[in-house]
């Protein structure tokens, strides 16, 4: 076999044990969610998974020149979907004692100012993409900065990782600093041009992207419905009732408006795929309308926590039908780990007496969010047909984790203790498009070594060398 290149999808096959979702618990019952193999087989061709099933069964057929990699015991599934993160925040996360308006001005605006250089987008986008490989994240959905630069640095690398990812240039002319500022035309050309470069190209989808209402004027949002009109199969992501400072500002700012979310209906921008940050503190008639619409809340619990936004209440967007995603919301969130996302989420939602056991949690990360986003036909499940990007995890990665797995007898019960105490050394490995693209404490697996384009040790974190689960 001659070795891949990044646009070859892997052909190969892996054996663990294999967990896919492919309904909501909460809504057709855990055991109907999802199949299980405790000795699986995952055969992958061309970088699409062609079959899933029993390895005793499937290997005595396996086509001989395939390479089979062994994790047992560990836990193959789907990999990680983050709808909602920055990538110019990769060096905010973790800053000190504000809410979100002034955790804007005072640490976010400054720091995405240096975007507009390439040099920096670049490094952010190398750094981000790996780190979001090291923690099983296959397809996130980012906000760049209104620099066009920023979404061609996080495009370009996306396309040389060969991962299947959504960003786009944050549209802003109002409230920011002058360096960061857009305007309605401005940010309608450059969004255009870089839909026309990258959407589509490989793996790769625009996301139109109004930073938030407080940032644009109405001749910006205008401008961005008119964007969004002519082209109906794009994402749009923005920001939605998150703090309750925003929201009278809002109020102030569209004095005509009814509420928060009628500003963006207004424009157009309530639809299949839009995906609406944080919505803590909806009125029914928004959670309404948004679901009405087709549109997607997204959950940040590590964020709304941090800035101290509120709790998002999930079952009161499940009654109302709304699509529900989960995020890190990198860096207002402080985990780029979906295990701890789901972790801090089960700790939200505890605060409203809501529950989230270890299977809704598994199917929100994994089908759930690609519902969410839109791509539940490509990602998101273990199933022929689908796009080989899977994440294997390490139920016993600690000491920690290995002393209360002495006690666990179900599925279920690994699940929760997974990410209630799991993060990124639970990562053994990822892969996307069926190549290895992220080994615990090695290499970047199958990638050139490492690209055509050195990454640093320091990008890549402090792994090291030693263990590989692969080669049987
Ligand atoms: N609202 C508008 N911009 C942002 C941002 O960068 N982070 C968060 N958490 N909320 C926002
Ligand atoms: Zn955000």
Redesign the pocket.
Known sequence: MTEPTLHDGGTLAIRARVLTYHAHPLLAGETASHRYWDDGLVVVRGGIVETVGNASELLPDLDPAMTVSDYRPHLLMAGFIDPHL?LP?TQVIGSYGTE?MEW?SKY?FPEEVRYGDPAVSDAASRFLLHELLRNGTTTAVA?CTSHPQSATSFFAESDRLGLRMVGGKVMMDRNAPAALLDTPERGYDESKALIGRWHGNGRLSYAISP??AP?STEAQLEATGALAAEHPDLHIQT?LS?NHG?IAFVAELFPWAEDYTAVYERYGLVRPKALY??CIHLSPRERAALAEAGATAVF?PT?NLF?GSGLFDRDAALAAGLRTGIAT?IG?GTSYSMLTTAAEGYKVLALRSQKLRGHAAFYMLTAGNAEAIGFEARIGQVAPGFEADFVILDTQATPAMRRRHERIETLEEELFVLMTMGDDRSVVATYAGGRKVHARGGSAGDLPSPLDQPISREALGNDMPSESAEGR
């Open positions: 920055h925040q979100l804007l976010t906000f930073r938030f940032t920001h998150e925003e940050g944080h940040c964020s800035l919301d207002g």
